[in-house]
């Protein structure tokens, strides 16, 4: 039997987990573990330069990949410094493995140096955390929490190791669980038979439907289920913020993104709808507007992991609890069994005069049946470069973004065929977020594009990881969105502020981004002519394997649309540009 | 309506503060909260009283079953149960009310359980509106110091909360 050290159980049972990277920052509670992974662990280590950027990196990489990204950080400010990104991965359900030091156990409560109560600080943003009192027990910790994060609606799990149980004198009998099981802690399994019947029957019940897919069918890796399903019925398909690439982005029926900044077909079919198919998303309010007004005629059958996710906002009339490809596959059988029965269902004329007017609706505003921007203004569109994106990457690339105006452009103007390739943070809105979240994914898939769409005000949150890139040579592109203010939040003073900008912009006061990136061993391509834009951007990525900065000068006072009305907007009420409204 | 969930979760250090906390992070509010282990050492049993309509109530025991810790949990207002709460009163007994607290103390089925020269101390147990119709019949005057346990309860019948 094998005797280690709790450093050296560490080490050892990232390895038999099966851990790719860990990503992490060392210090003073954790150097027993850093010194056993020196020693020994086969995992490769990632040293950031902020911890928020180790839960990034690692969130990228689980986004990306499917699997716990994980994270080691010291005590103290380490453990608060990976809060940010931990309630991220949070909010996305997003599986992650935080492992923090902690003071020794008989410092704990006498406000020691660099003690924090993480367990304390991390309990509302994480899906469970472990402290740990014994050394004996690290593997089996170690295990459960990999179990927890990945298993169910996943989460970040977090992991507090005072620094004593490390000690590389104290050596235990190590095994490392093949399984564990909790008494307290049984995902469901399986979708309830009867409730998937009803929703067979429903659904084929339906005159005007719409199927409603979110950030769990990408995490539930339901994506071929979604496309059989929708593709059987001919059902109109939108995905939300969190779920693009659930559904390819360039099948016809595809409607685009719902929600706030959603397409004006997928909003307006969800409005007239009568049945709602709503799998692995969860009606917030950045989806819903109004929810007292929310689709009016509509029935809705609801499919997640999560029962607590089921008729929070938005009373649902058939609630499915279960694994959303489960589901699926069960709901597909029925169906065809149903129609095998009566081939006239759903009801082919109905279905017609639904996707007539959804092609209606696309015509007249959709963002991409013509441009919906104004292209006779000097500038360069932000819109344009993530199309030019597009296009030069074949729409294939990784495309991770920051939060605020150029998020919402790449999430409408890229065409995600597949899940898995849309990185960003939905639920917590993270400025920050993008270039640890690339590095992530880059490394993962070292092979392909993967592209950090950005702005100055974001970029700047994390921009210290260009030292990161360099020492592992993570050659990701950056594309910086500049627009020179905070645009997002110009875009609310704009439009309910009367224009007053608050603190939203820089006064003369940005670095000069191309040195920047020159000054972290990077190059960097600054970039203000639309006609020099798809000719610059094939050549950023035609350097394989060098990270280059491409500074984009976008039109400053551009606004993203279409925007919900609100207050007290339906799905249905949207600003389309500047001037007219539905 | 008033509502009374009773939660069997894992004795674990940590365990009340994620139910504290949820209730706090959500904006549920909790009237009454007891905890204790049971004759299974590793577990304890938590039984909360709370306000809420049918939509609240169903979010808090879905959150509450999403707790890692939680093993199972029931409302127990949804079907026959007992309920009861402990209650401790420290009265000023002087003269003739000493008898009439005494009466009082009787017909509520109560103990003196602690006689002072102008104090008594009386212990009343039952449901929680029997315990305020007790402090209301001796008056807020004569009140000193009241501690209440918080409600507990029980199924009746056959129906257990067990693993
Ligand atoms: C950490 C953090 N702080 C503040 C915000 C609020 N916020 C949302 S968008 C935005 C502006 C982002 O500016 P920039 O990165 O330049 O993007 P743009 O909107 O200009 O494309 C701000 C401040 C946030 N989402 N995250
Ligand atoms: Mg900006």
Redesign the interface.
């Known amino acids: 039997m094998e005797l280690l050290s709790g450093g050296e159980m560490i080490a050892r049972a990232l390895e038999d987990e099966g851990v790719e990277f860990i990503f992490g920052y060392p210090g003073g509670a954790v150097l027993h573990i850093y010194d056993a992974l020196f020693k020994s662990c086969k995992v490769p280590h990632i040293l950031v330069r902020h911890e928020q950027a180790a839960t990034h990196a690692a969130d990228g990489y689980a986004r990306a990949t499917g699997k716990p990204g994980v994270v080691l950080v010291t005590s103290g400010p380490g453990a608060t410094n990976a809060i940010t990104g931990i309630a991220t991965a949070y909010m996305d359900s997003i599986p992650m493995v935080v492992l923090s030091g902690q003071v020794m156990s008989h410092l704990i409560g006498e406000d020691a140096f660099q003690e924090t109560d993480m367990l304390g600080i991390s309990r509302p943003i994480v899906k469970h955390s472990f402290q740990v009192t014994k050394t004996e027990e690290i593997p089996e910790m170690i295990k459960k929490a990999f179990y927890i994060a990945s298993s169910g609606r996943p989460g970040p799990v977090v992991v507090d190791l005072p620094k004593d149980l490390t000690n590389p004198h104290d050596k235990y009998e190590y095994n490392y669980p093949k399984k564990v099981k909790l008494r307290s802690y049984t995902p469901a399994s399986r979708g309830h038979s009867g409730q998937i019947k009803k929703a067979a029957s429903l659904l084929l019940a339906a005159k005007r439907p719409v199927i409603y897919a979110g950030g769990g069918v990408v995490q539930g890796n339901a994506s071929p289920q979604l496309r059989e399903l929708a593709q059987e019925l001919n059902f109109p398909v939108t995905n939300t913020l969190m779920g693009l690439g659930a559904y390819p982005g360039s099948d016809r029926q595809f409607l685009g993104m719902l929600g706030m900044h959603g397409f004006y077909e997928a909003n307006n079919a969800m409005h007239h709808s009568d049945v709602i198919l709503a799998v692995g998303a969860r009606f917030d309010d950045r989806v819903t507007n109004t929810t007292s007004k929310f689709c009016p005629g509509a029935k809705i059958i609801h499919i997640d992991i999560d029962p607590a996710a089921i008729s929070k906002t938005v009373n649902a009339d058939v609630p499915i609890v279960g694994p959303v490809d489960s589901v699926l596959t069960e709901l597909i059988a029925l169906v065809r069994e149903l129609r095998a029965e009566e081939p006239t269902l759903p009801d082919q004329d109905a279905l017609g005069h639904w996707w007539k007017q959804i092609d209606e609706w696309r015509d007249h505003h959709g963002l991409w049946t013509a441009p919906r921007y104004d292209t006779t203004t000097p500038y360069i569109k932000p819109q344009q470069v993530i199309e030019t994106l597009c296009k030069v990457t074949g729409g294939k690339a990784f495309v991770t973004s920051d939060v605020g105006q150029h998020q919402m452009f790449a999430a409408q103007y890229y065409k995600f065929d597949e899940p898995r390739r849309w990185i960003n943070s939905g639920g917590l809105g993270t400025m920050g977020f993008g270039l640890p979240a690339a590095m992530g994914v880059k490394l993962a898939f070292p092979d392909a594009d993967v592209a950090c769409v950005t702005g100055e005000g974001s970029i700047q949150m994390n921009i210290q990881e260009l030292s990161t890139c360099a020492q592992y040579k993570i050659p990701v592109k950056i594309l910086n969105l500049y627009n020179g203010y905070l645009g997002m939040v110009k875009q609310w003073q704009d439009m309910q502020y009367d224009g007053r900008y608050s603190e939203s912009v820089y006064e003369d006061s940005l670095p000069d981004f191309i040195k920047l990136a020159e000054a972290y061993q990077h190059s960097g391509v600054k970039v203000t002519q639309l006609s020099d834009l798809e000719e610059a951007m094939k050549e950023v990525f035609a350097r394989k394997n060098e990270l280059v900065f491409m500074d984009i000068h976008v039109d400053p006072h551009e606004h993203v649309y279409p925007m919900h009305v609100a207050p007290n907007g339906s799905m249905r009420d949207m600003w389309l540009n500047k001037t007219e409204r539905t | 309506m008033r509502r009374i969930i009773s939660v069997l ?2 004795n674990e ?2 365990a009340l ?2 139910v504290v ?1 949820l209730f706090s ?1 959500r904006g549920y509010n909790i009237e009454t909260l007891n905890v204790a282990p049971t004759e299974d050492p590793t577990m304890s049993r938590l039984t909360l009283t709370t306000v809420g309509d049918d ?1 609240k109530i ?2 808090i025991t ?2 509450l ?2 707790l ?4 199972k949990l029931v409302d127990l207002s949804e079907g026959a149960h007992i309920e009861r709460e402990l209650m401790l009163v420290k009265v000023r007994a002087t003269g003739a009310q000493r008898a009439e607290i005494k009466r009082c103390t009787d017909i509520f089925r109560g103990q003196i359980v602690d006689v002072g020269p102008s104090v008594y101390t009386i212990q009343v147990t039952g449901a929680a509106d029997k315990l305020d119709s007790f402090l209301e019949a001796v008056g807020e005057a004569a009140i000193m110091e009241v501690v209440r346990s918080g409600v507990s309860g029980i199924a009746r019948g056959e129906k257990v909360l067990s ?1």
């Open positions: 979760m894992e250090p940590g503060s994620r906390g992070q939509h169903e979010q879905k959150h079953n999403r890692v810790d939680v093993v693993l």
